[in-house]
């Protein structure tokens, strides 16, 4: 019996590694590492800037394709940049040298969409870059990094807004505290808690700015894609994972409170800086070359498993802290 394509992912702990391991492990050998401790027997503790245990792990391993979502992600210039460079730059840096030691030459890396320059127009893989964070900055450092190795076959996903849980196993997302709008706006309806929208005064049709939400669901199925590709191709991707439409803050407050239809206090704040009026992606690209759609990012299904799992964690006693804005 031919042996089954084996899949590593680094930062298996987080949403979309924990998320997409449990989707991939019918299909695929799914093995993952992190730097945290898991419960789960194939995640491995592993720090990427340990070289020698990395190395261990891969000739172990043997991973036929690495997907790489490990990454100093929370957006916050506050941190110290050697911690966005430790862990983004040269923790790639030190996995493609690894990679290619051990003769692995499939990866898919997780970029970001806030690499792009500010534009209300629908961006594409080609649209002007101007990435404003430090996350962002050295996300595009590494995206460069890994096109130049021509040694690799990689498939680079600039991600929208990743969010929702998957309904089978209820799994989604659990920072603490946690920062995104989906998971904020969806429990404090639930709890009955204060809702503070920043900024009203955006170049925008009600004013409140503009984002695209692509449920994790189908990132997770872009991903299964790409794999498949991958194993076929020996070329290199850039592609746009996103829904292909917006939703302003206040639209998505008022879907949720319809849905709800618990009664909450909204209010407006003054606007955060750096916050633009809209980032919404042109996903043709990925649709054509992979033949995937974003069937799962509509509203309903998105708010749905959001609150399936908010009341999962509920049971299990899970407590959460929440940012007070959207």
Known sequence: MARKVRILITGAN???GNCLSNFLNKKFDVYGLDKKNSFNKNII???LLDIKKLEKILIKIKPNIIIHLAAQSLVDETINQNKYYENNILATNILVNV???CNINKILFSSTASVYKKNIKPLRENSKLKPSSHYAKTKLVCEKNIRKEKSLNSIIFRFFNVCSALDYPILGELHNPETHLIPTVVYKFLKKQKIYIYGKNFDTSDGTCVRDYIHIKDVCLAIEKSINYLLKKNHSLLLNIGNS??????EIVNFVKKKIKNETIIKFANKRH?????LVCNSDKARKILSWKSTNSNMKKIFQNEINWIKKLDKMGIKRKFKTYL
Do not use: A, F, L, T
């Open 245 to 250: 439409r917006g939703y302003s803050n206040y």
């Open 14 to 16: 987080g949403y979309i």
């Open 274 to 278: 750096g916050d633009v009026s809209s």
């Open 45 to 47: 503790k592993c720090n």
């Open 99 to 101: 990679m290619k030691k």
